[in-house]
């Protein structure tokens, strides 16, 4: 069982930045790949980024290319989300997930999840 647990929201203004961050208690945590994916009021819960256990392959989705960046520390076991030039669409509940599996945008192939941290961005 891998615990993640997310860190780092909060509110900025549009264009501002924000880092999130996730901690996870599996000690091979360089086995996992790590997702983010948000979920705004009303609507479905969307991928974001991901990245391979190893930092070589990343995913993101086109909306936040050149905006986002993710990031793993093997060292530390965790994984962050720099997020840059905000905007308030990009308000969300943000969640980071666990995957045995290489990156991928589909949720249901991410079987650890923490409880989210909100990110709004305000206009």
């Known amino acids: 069982q891998v615990q993640v647990v997310e860190s780092g929201g909060g509110l900025v203004q549009a264009g501002g930045s924000l880092r999130l961050s996730c901690a996870a208690s599996?000690?091979?945590?360089?086995?996992?790949?790590m997702g983010w994916f948000r979920q705004a009021p009303g609507k479905e819960r969307e991928f974001v980024a991901a990245?391979?256990?190893?930092?070589?392959?990343?995913l993101y989705i086109d909306t936040v290319k050149g905006r986002f960046t993710i990031s793993i520390d093997n060292a530390k076991n965790t994984v962050a989300l720099q997020m840059n030039s905000l905007k308030p669409e990009d308000t969300a509940v943000y969640y980071c997930?666990?995957?045995?599996?290489?990156?991928?945008?589909?949720?249901?192939?991410?079987?650890?999840w923490g409880q989210g941290t909100q990110v709004t961005v305000s206009s």
């Open positions: 997930a666990a995957s045995s599996r290489g990156p991928s945008s589909n949720p249901t192939g991410y079987a650890y």
């Open positions: 990245i391979s256990g190893s930092g070589i392959n990343l």
């Open positions: 599996e000690r091979t945590f360089s086995r996992y790949t």
